[in-house]
Structure formats: structure tokens, C-alpha cells
């Protein structure tokens, strides 16, 4: 098939080398345009950009499809289907009705559950006990689209964003190849009931309250890992919390109970497992005790 493939981040790329790699013809690439990052704020293209140029593929990075050029632009390419991973942009209804087939989206959730931007970070947040991928044909709402197809993954207890993510790119992948093989798009509309949205994240949201359960703590520790990172402070300095366990133990809230990074929480105990320094590379708890070690009865705020 002709294949217009949007998307932007790593999520994204997955997908893409899927497709590439089932032989389809991948007319046009869209991404977010690059970036201004680093020290030097150079511009730096984000993931599928920089692979779609490795492969040869033609890029497009426009910043809306406002212009009519555009618009004319993306209608040229005459594509059977366009799919959307990860984009960054609202397509407006005349784009999405320009190629044969429309435009497929993969969602990393279970729809109607959790729609928006953050789904695998929201799905572990709320201590769901399984999510998955949907393809759905695309319309103006915010993914309020029919549905083709789902998969689903059960969440474990060790699973953090990071971990998700990689499953469920690979899922989307592999999901996808199988339905444009088949040329049938036959999409059912999502359930009126069950709707619930995942907000994009706050970073205020990230800073750990040990007086919440540990179970909470738990799911927002691993849900925000790695970014943005959920976060405490010890001794004054803001530390990143980006792996931790339940484990058993009572004592005040944010309380060290041995020098090992159990901490008590408002009920239950978490051990930390993964901890970062600003400026610092992430460490297991064991090397990270080696420079900033916590002791016994000490406070983390």
C-alpha cells in the first residue's frame, strides 16, 4: 500500500520500521519539526525523523495544516492510508479524508479508557491491572474514533512507564502490518460508557507525598518513570525516584526505616530501588548509597 506515516517520537519509530520492513511503499513521512536542545540549542530532529532520513524517505515537517500548500501537499501524495502514531499535531477533518482509506491511529489504551495524551503513564497511575493497543479510524474528537482492532498486556507490579511503552510500540507494530494486510478496515464506534481522559502530565504532580499509601506512591513512581521522574527531597536536594517496591514496615511518613531506602509512607513501606541526582546519571540504590547515603530514622521531605 501507499502509506503517509505521521509521528514524532520514539514511540513512533517502531512502527514505522515495521511497516518499511513489510515491503509497503512509505510515500511521505511526517514529523514535529526539530528542536532547538542541548548547550549549543542546535535544532535536533526528533526520532523518526532522523530514522525516516536514514532509510531514504522523504520528510515533512510542516507546523500546522492551516496552509492551503499544505494541505495540496499531503492531497499529492495520493496515499491508500495514512498512519498515525504518536504525531503531535490535530489533523483538521479534509486532511484526514484525503488518503483512500482515511487515517489509522494506534492509542496505547484500551478505548474509551483513558484517551488523551498520556495513557501508559495514567493506565499504571491508576493501578489498572491491564492495558493495550487500539487502531482506530481517525476523526476530529480526541480519539473518539471507531475501532478496527485491540490487543491487551497485563500491567505487573515491576512495570514502569519505560517498560510499557517498549511492549506496547512493538504490539502497535506488529498489530498494525497484520491489518493493512488484510485491506479491510472494518471499524466498530467505541463505547459511550468508560470514558475516561489522561491528562498530560504535570511536573508539579511528580513530587512524592509520603503521607499517600505506599501502594500510590508505588504506581506514581513507576508511572513516571523515567520522565518526568517522580521526586522527593533529601537533605535539601531534589532526588529522583525512578524504581521502587513495596515492602513491609510502619513508621512517620518519609521516615528512613534502615539504611537501605526503606521509607514508610502514610500506610506500608516502599523500598527505593533507583534513584538519580540532578545533573547525574540514574543509579541502583546500592551504588547510589555509595555518595549520598541515608540512614536510619532520617526524613526525606
Not at 503513564?121 to 473518539?144: F, H, P, S, V
Not at 508539579?204 to 499509601?213: F, G, K, T, Y
Amino acid at each position: 500500500m501507499r502509506i503517509i506515516f505521521m509521528g514524532t517520537p520514539d514511540f513512533s519509530v517502531e512502527v514505522l520500521k515495521a511497516l518499511h520492513g513489510a515491503g509497503h511503499e512509505i510515500v511521505a513521512v511526517y514529523s514535529q519539526p526539530p528542536r532547538r536542545a542541548g548547550r549549543g540549542k542546535k535544532e535536533r530532529p526528533g526520532p523518526v525523523h532522523k530514522y525516516a532520513e536514514g532509510l531514504g524517505l522523504p520528510v515533512f515537517t510542516p507546523l500546522s495544516f492551516k496552509d492551503k500548500n499544505d494541505r495540496m501537499a499531503f492531497a499529492a501524495h495520493r496515499a491508500d492510508v495514512a498512519v498515525v502514531v504518536a504525531y503531535g499535531l490535530i489533523l483538521p477533518q479534509a486532511v484526514l479524508d484525503m488518503p483512500v482509506h482515511g487515517c489509522l491511529n494506534i492509542h496505547a489504551s484500551l478505548l474509551p479508557r483513558w484517551r488523551g495524551a498520556a495513557p501508559i503513564e495514567r493506565a499504571i497511575m491508576a493501578g489498572d491491572k491491564e492495558t493495550g493497543i487500539c487502531i482506530m479510524q481517525m476523526e476530529a474528537g480526541l480519539d473518539t474514533g471507531p475501532v478496527i482492532a485491540c490487543e491487551t498486556t497485563p500491567i505487573s507490579a515491576h512495570d514502569t512507564a519505560d517498560s510499557l511503552h517498549d511492549r506496547l510500540a512493538k504490539m502497535g507494530a506488529a498489530l498494525m502490518v497484520r491489518i493493512l494486510k488484510t485491506e479491510r478496515f472494518s471499524a466498530k464506534p467505541q463505547p459511550e460508557t468508560g470514558v475516561t481522559y489522561a491528562a498530560k502530565i504535570d511536573k508539579a504532580e511528580a513530587r512524592i507525598d509520603w503521607a499517600q499509601p505506599a501502594e500510590i506512591i508505588d504506581r506514581k513512581i513507576r508511572g513516571l518513570s523515567p520522565f518526568p521522574g517522580a521526586w522527593c527531597e533529601i537533605r535539601g536536594e531534589r532526588i529522583k525516584v525512578l524504581g521502587s517496591a513495596l515492602a513491609p514496615g510502619s513508621g512517620g511518613p518519609g521516615q528512613a526505616l534502615d539504611d537501605d531506602f526503606t521509607i514508610a509512607c502514610g500506610s506500608g513501606a516502599l523500598r527505593l530501588s533507583k534513584l538519580q541526582r540532578a545533573g547525574k546519571a540514574a543509579m541502583l540504590a546500592a551504588d547510589f548509597a555509595r555518595g549520598f547515603a541515608v540512614k536510619k530514622g532520617e526524613i526525606l521531605g
